[in-house]
Every structure is written in C-alpha cells, then in structure tokens.
C-alpha cells in the first residue's frame, strides 16, 4: 500500500477466502468468518472464566458479573420487569460488537496477522440489526396482536394530525434496523480509514527525507496516538449505543409507550 | 472540469456534514454537562438519554461520510 505510493484505505476491509474460492465453491472460510471465530473464542474464555459461582467471587468473576449486571440493569431500567427476558440477546450483541470492535484495533500486523473488523461489514451488522427488529415485531405481535399497530398512533393526537403522523412514525420504525446497523459499520469504517490514512502519513513523511518529512510523520504520530483513544472510545460507545437502542425498541414493543 | 475532479469535489462537500454533526454532538454533551454541574445527585439517571441523543447527532454525520464515501468510490 504504502510502497505504491498511493493510499488505499480500503484494503484493509476486503474480504478474501482462506479455504475455497469465491467464485467457485458454495462453502468459503473466510477472512471475516475466522475473525468471528475468534471473537466468538474470545467471548467464550471470557465467561468461562468467570462463571464458576463461587460465593466469594475472584476478580474474574466480578469483572463477568459487572457486565451481565451492566446489560440486565440497562434493560430493566427501560424496559421494566419484563426485561429481564431478552438480557442473552442484548448481552449477546453487545458482547459481540464490542469484543469485535476492540480485536479490529489491536496491533496484531506487528507480528504479521492483520485483524479484520468483522463490525465494520453491512452483512454483518445488518444481520444483527434485523435479527433485534424481528425480536421487536415477534414480541409486539406476540403480546398485542393487531394492537400493536397503535405503536404508530400517539395517544390524544387530533384526527387531522394523525393523517401526518402515522406516516412519519411508520418510516422512523421501519428505517430502524438500517439506522442500527448503518451507524454501527459506518463508525467502525471512518476510524480505521482515519487511523490507515495518517498511519501512512508517518511512513510516507519519513521515505520522503528533507527537513519537512520527518517533521510531518512526528505530528502525524502523534495525532494516531489520540485516534486510537477516541477510536477505542468509539468502540464501546457503538456497543453500548446498539445495546441501548434495542433494549429501547424492545421497550416499545413490550409496553407500547 | 472533468468526472473524476467533480467527483472529489462533491465528496469534500459532503463532508461538510460530518462538521455539522460535530456540532451537534458538542451541544448534546455540552448541555449534558451544563445541566449535570447544576444537578449532579440527577446526572447518572440521565446517561441513557444523554447517548440517545448522542446516537442520533452522530447518525447523521457519519451519514454524510457514507455519502461522501459513495460519490468517491462509486
């Protein structure tokens, strides 16, 4: 990339086959999918560790039992009672994305792995997004039946206002799943596009000598360094923020406002 | 002016976009933080909002970068 002399801040993203051919063969192990893999290891030593249900817990365990307590208290505090039983799913995604997001930014290409942020492909985010939204329409159709269509109805609304607003409540429900998933892949691929860009801007600066070069690629350094805390930030803002808008629709589903 | 400049030129204003956006995400933490010094005992109940608010500021910046993003690689 650099060599070239040219920036392709999207190859970093492309989805190549480790086992089998694109074109060819229905089954392909790919990059993505051994990224998921181990994200899914991961997540996996991570609870196994922790969930020994000891009376005094080790501090493995508090640190399992912080976040199963962080994701059951989220939910109860918007969606009730009645919550507590979508807490595997919310936990679920939210394990996911923000393990997913944190691997894509670790430093693995220093001893030659190149980690792939599978959060930062649409499939895959969209999948997670539609998979929250049918849980939405399944429940609120399984609990209120053909009732459930007065989610689009505010309560006490004029008659001539309702001819406005049901339409406009129907297309913000709908463009839900695509807003869940949309923000979520789109953050992922602006910080590692920002992170790409000035990464080469440190390797470019240095090859280009002179006076200005090695002065460019300090600055530039430096700059990646704040990116990669606000980047990490990042991460688990967007799992939190996809965590919290489920849970929210979730909500609406349950209680109908 | 040929495609491929016009084309660079139209990303570089969508991206104007995510610089409003910034904005809006400024003035939801910054209220956020206005209102939680004058009432810190109510600002931890208030956190769940706060990134609702933010989510939604941030969606249509990181619109704009798709957009952006759409007209240089399309």
Redesign the interface.
Known sequence: MAASGRIDP?HQFQIHPLVGDLNGSPFVFTNSALWMLVVLGLIWLFMLGGMKRQLVPGRWQIAVEGVTGFVES?LS??VGPEGKRFVPWVFTIFMFILTANLLGLMPFALVGVHPFTVTSQFTITGVMAIMSFSIVLITGFWRHKLHFFSLFVPAGTPFVLKLLIVPIEFVSFMVRPF?LA??LF??M??GHILCEVFANFVVQGLNAGGAAGPAISLVSFVFIMGVMALEMLVCA?QA??FA??TS?YINDAVNLH | MDLASAKMIGAGLAGIGVGAAAIGVGIVFGQFLNSAIRNPAAADGQQ?RL??G??AA??LG??A??VA?MIM?M
């Open positions: 999207m989220m505090t918007s807003s949309t923000r789109v953050a691929i602006a803002i939190y923020v919290l808008l929210l | 769940g990134f609702i933010f989510a941030e969606l990181l619109m970068f798709v993003m690689f």
